[in-house]
């Protein structure tokens, strides 16, 4: 056999042998599906959840899409925080342009 064959091969293999361990999507290291709520400033909170990624406004413990049930909860504040600051720096510069 010739060896870029043989590269070929090897190439599969390694790819199967490790599977999707690069899915930034997985759930925790439990291996248990859970729901990420994410709060937000000005408009409807949103969840999130961790196998598939769907996104939907209701407080479920099974994903509408995939159907994981949830096991835990998570909250990401990061969103709140940002849509709170720009809301500040809105009224900031609506303050200055009235001066």
Known sequence: ??????????????????????????????????????????????????????RFREKVMECPRCGARFGTATENQDEWYEEFEEECDMDEEEEEEGR
């Open 1 to 54: 056999m010739p060896a870029w064959l043989w590269i070929i091969i090897g190439a599969v293999l390694l790819g199967l042998l490790s599977g999707n361990k690069g899915n930034s999507r997985k759930s925790s290291s439990s291996g248990k599906p859970f729901r990420i709520d994410h709060p937000h400033y000005m408009s409807e909170d949103e969840s999130e959840c961790s196998v598939c990624g769907a």
